[in-house]
């Protein structure tokens, strides 16, 4: 059974800064592309940044050049460092692995910007 489970996310200021963590259990982490999506209310849920098992990154126009994302393979663990936050950038995100056939999500974590 693939559990994530994320911790980080909060309330802050415009142009401040946060970073989510995402821990796994129950797969071989190191063999897996890991990703963060997110949601706003009344939105559909976008990918926000990837990292391949190879350590390949790709972001979304929206947050190049101020999101990292990046992993440790040792902890099981992606990380989503979020700098220079917009009050856009509000939601809920989530972390995700696709398995085979599988998508599996953890539970999320709410991230809100005030301006």
């Known amino acids: 059974q693939v559990q994530l489970v994320e911790s980080g996310g909060g309330l802050v200021q415009a142009g401040g800064s946060l970073r989510l963590s995402c821990t796994a259990s129950?797969?071989?982490?190191?063999?897996?592309?890991m990703d963060w999506y997110r949601q706003a209310p009344g939105k559909q849920r976008e990918l926000v940044a990837a990292?391949?098992?190879?350590?390949?990154?790709k972001y979304a126009d929206s947050v190049k050049g101020r999101f990292t994302i990046s992993r440790d393979n040792v902890k099981s663990t992606v990380y989503l460092q979020m700098n220079s936050l917009k009050p856009e950038d509000t939601a809920v995100y989530y972390c995700?692995?696709?398995?085979?056939?599988?998508?599996?999500w953890g539970q999320g974590t709410q991230v809100t910007v005030s301006s």
């Open positions: 995700h692995v696709r398995i085979y056939l599988a998508n599996y």
């Open positions: 129950g797969n071989s982490f190191s063999m897996n592309a």
């Open positions: 990292i391949s098992s190879a350590g390949n990154t």
